[in-house]
């Protein structure tokens, strides 16, 4: 067969000068020449103090490289608690111009990004046009906008040419834009004074074979954000305190690993569980394929951070209310058989964990030879396996998992199985065991295990998804019938014991999100800000994620996410303050007619009714607010304006659209 384009997915090696760069510090290698670890020390190279993040540990995405980056931050900030604050140099802004009175002289700026929009957009044709839009003083093209040069270029611009409103087009405000606000900070303009237009992602990516198009549509939103910046003005932003100690939901690995990292970072923190003892997912976990015993490790982990004295351990508790915001949340307890407690604290860490999915197939439930992984691990650890009966031992993967109800793979689940045929082969090297699996997902260094089991006589059959396994009972026996793709025809096993990898699903936590606000994915797990560039935050400041609360992953993953989110946390801790967004809505009380359509409908309960003489008001927490508009455009006497999308602003820019300005 005849193909236009072959591309290949190559495997990851360590780069060539890994081993001068581990001669320094004198830290270990492992054999692929990747830098050595342990499981439950993933940051941590072999010399002490000296700590790892990203594709140096081991190949792996991006949003793992971010997470082992704040991990390894945490790490160090651990280490230099008691010296922090101790050589704090605060940056200092030229103090903002007041002369914005008169008629706006507007700067634009365009940006090529490289080819990234220059190679869809003709430049030069849009430049050329804004130059003709009223109020505009220049128009500069940039080859980078974004790079520190170009930075300190449009800073020394606008004070030359006096300007008092900048147009920036280049890519997405959502990574940019604070950027650019910090520039017109360091040239003495309020941060509000910039109009993003993302010509990029709106414009040369989306219309790349349509270049007269895609020039003609970046001419129209530079004219509307032209119009939208002759009507922006200077906005304050509201510094609010924040209540130096920390919330962590959930005590299992992830949780009590975040606990610890921030109590060491000098942080008093609560940890809630609602099981009566500490561990979670842990407590069942006994065996690692790399050879350090969980068990023990999970013992010294609690005993540590029981003994903190930073740490308030609350086991057998829920949660019952969370109010407030990003630094200033009040969080109401249920503890035991109905005591109730108050605490206050600055941010939350939410680790709560995931759980096995029990299905309704393979006679799951109906016959005792059929178990989940789990209870198989028990079972070795425990001595529960008469092994003098057991002949045979199928492993089925992917059960409920990578189908219409779970579309995801669960990442840890053929691991999990490796490491138990592996065990079943070091107890009882006579008995048979067969791995039925869709594939084998033995990512990284996993890979070796998964050679060394068929080395030790594991089977592996795959199957497709079209013709999974059927499992009967035939005479009080277990019997598998699979098709083997290699000899095209069925294979009848008969198990004396099957074991399920199912996919690891969400605690039913509905209470708990309902309080939390924090959007789900649309798998049902908490749902990260952004999966590269913000893989522990939620969408609530002040809010943060880690472990398989967030999805699936093996312990050292849960470790470097916990360790990441108590980082996040512990900036703003350790700033002590927090900064509103000048973004936020705002109630003129005088034509507030006090309905509450507005609390209602608010999705991150930013706004109150309050009484104001006999009247009931709307008030804002500006903290709690994240400039989603709903309340302004629901409002029945347009009494709410939002800071940087007033109703002028909006209607400039619908005019400008149909080709006025």
Known sequence: ELFNLAVLSHGLEAPSGARGLAIAPRSKLNRDGFCETSPFSPL?????????????????????????????AAAVAELLAPARGTLITEKTYPEERSDLE?????????????????????????????????????????????????????AQTIADQGLNRVVVAACTPRTHEPLFQETLREAALNKCLVEMVNIRDQCSWVHMHEKEAATEKTKELIRMAVAKARRIGPLQETTLGVIPRGLVIGGGLSGMTAALSLANQGFECYLVERDSKLGGDLRRTYFSLEGPDPQKYLKGLAEEVKAHERIHVLTDTAIEAIEGFVGN???????????????????????????AYEPDEFLFGQHDQVVLQQVLEEKLAHGRLDFESLNHVVMLQCVGSRDKTHPYCSAICCNHAIKNALKIKEISPDTNVTILCRDVMSYGFSEDYYSLARDKGIVFIRYE?????????????????????????????????????????????????????????????????????????????GIYLCGKAQFPKPGDECIAQAKAAAAKAAILLARGYVRAEPIVASCNTDICIGCGICAHLCPYSAIRMTKVGKLKKAEFVAAACKGCGVCSSYCPTKAIAMGRFTDEQISDQIRAFGGEG
């Open 44 to 72: 941590d190279t072999t010399r002490e103090g000296i700590f790892v993040a990203g594709a140096f540990q081991g190949p792996k995405s991006i949003p793992d490289s971010v997470c082992q980056a704040g991990g390894a």
């Open 102 to 154: 008169g008629s706006p002289k507007i700067g634009v700026f365009v940006c090529h990004c490289g080819k990234n929009i220059a190679g869809v957009v003709d430049m030069e044709a849009v430049s050329k046009y804004a130059e003709t839009l009223d109020d505009v003083a220049m128009v500069e093209r940039n080859l980078y906008s974004c790079s520190s040069d170009t930075q300190e270029l449009i």
């Open 329 to 355: 949340f009040r969080t109401v307890l249920s503890i035991g058989k109905g005591d109730s407690r108050e605490i206050e604290h600055g941010v939350i860490i939410v680790a709560t964990g995931a759980t």
């Open 465 to 541: 998804v079209e013709g999974k396994p059927r499992v009967e009972e035939v005479g009080g026996q277990v019997q598998v019938t699979v098709k083997d793709p290699l000899m095209g025809q069925d294979v009848v096993i008969e198990a004396d014991l099957l074991a399920l990898s199912t996919a690891m699903v969400p605690y039913e936590n509905k209470a708990l999100i309902e309080k939390l606000k924090v959007p789900l994915s649309s798998d049902g797990f908490f749902l990260e800000s952004h999966a590269q560039l913000k893989p522990v935050d939620s969408y609530v400041d």
